[in-house]
């Protein structure tokens, strides 16, 4: 089974990180009853802020230790932060359109 | 030159085009990182839309959410999120060459992903049953009468709308997942058959789980709780 062949760079220097992984996933079952405790108060506005704000640390969590994007080269960093910013292109940018929509009523030479 | 021939013959697994494993490896793992990319943008439009929405028709979204089972939601997170911890511990048994652990942690996966996809499963059902889906039975009865009744029929086209986006979202989530519960029973399978012991493709697969999960840790709250206070 653990045949030399199967040798990879983690191999050998590698140690179980299953002690990491259980302590990531209380967490993440922490914040999720949290995130629905939060939920069932009225808070107002605050509701969508909590659990969006819940939900962008549980994303994180998965994220950098689940998907060992912490521990990955600078090339995979660049693509992840790259995705994250088309994300909230695509996201902000359409909303600023939405919401600048009728803000210019006068408009010289129109 | 004569280098990359010795790192050649002594792991058959690497591949011609690579110069060693470790550069295999990074590929490998470079590769579904720039597929996730994709699919954060696959996703996005659908986010992008259901955000959009939601903040023009609130009304008509706050009713629709409020239909929702949102126990099934949460235990589906819950199940969602053990699922990511026994796909992490997957990963981690598969670069210390455990690989009878590897299999037995990629079963137990494919089981949770499976629980999901009945809670799902259930859900629809019962959406079906009240008439909630768009394009099939939508005339939710005791929605239009309660719209009545308070004067908010002009939210009753946004509830389709929140119903039309929860089905392709939720849909498209679940899609995922039964391709993810495939990929995981044929690498399981393989590893099995001792014909694959590849760890950074155990990783690559890992990853997409993980995304997948990631993707549903948006939809769970979007979804399910911002609304529950606010009843028309």
Sequence with gaps: MTKPTAHHPEIGGHHSHRPLYFKIFAALMVLLFLTVGAAELNLGELNLIAALGIAVVKAALILLFFMHFRDSDHLTWIVGLATVAWFLILILFTLNDYNSRGLITSMPGK | ?232
Excluded: C
């Excluded at chain 2, 009240?130 to 509830?159: A, R």
């Design chain 2, 1 to 232: 030159m004569s280098n990359a021939v010795a790192q050649h013959a002594e792991s058959p697994q690497l591949l011609s085009h690579f110069d060693d494993l470790q550069q295999q490896d990074e590929s490998t793992k470079l590769g579904m990182w720039t597929f996730l990319a994709t699919e954060v943008m696959f996703f996005g439009g659908m986010f992008l839309a259901y955000i959009l929405f939601r903040w023009l028709y609130h009304g008509g979204f706050a009713v629709g959410s409020n239909e929702l089972i949102m126990p099934a939601g949460f235990i589906n997170t819950g199940v969602l999120l053990v699922s990511s911890l026994t796909m992490a511990l997957a990963v981690d048994e598969a670069k210390l060459g455990n690989h009878k652990s590897v299999v037995r942690f990629l079963i137990l996966t494919m089981i949770l992903g499976s629980i999901f996809l009945g809670v799902k499963a259930f859900e629809y059902i019962t959406d079906y049953h009240e008439n909630l889906i768009p394009g099939l039975n939508f005339h939710p009865e005791h929605l239009i009468e309660e719209l009545e009744k308070s004067g908010n029929m002009e939210d009753l086209p946004h509830v389709k709308l929140f119903f039309v986006l929860y089905f392709a979202m939720t849909g498209l989530h679940a899609l995922h997942m039964v391709i993810g519960i495939a990929v995981l029973a044929v690498l399981a399978y393989l590893i099995f058959k001792n014909k694959f012991a590849d760890g950074a493709t155990v990783e690559s697969v890992g990853l997409y789980w993980h995304f997948v999960d990631l993707v549903w840790v948006f939809l769970f709250p979007l979804l399910y709780l911002i609304d529950l206070n606010h009843k028309p």
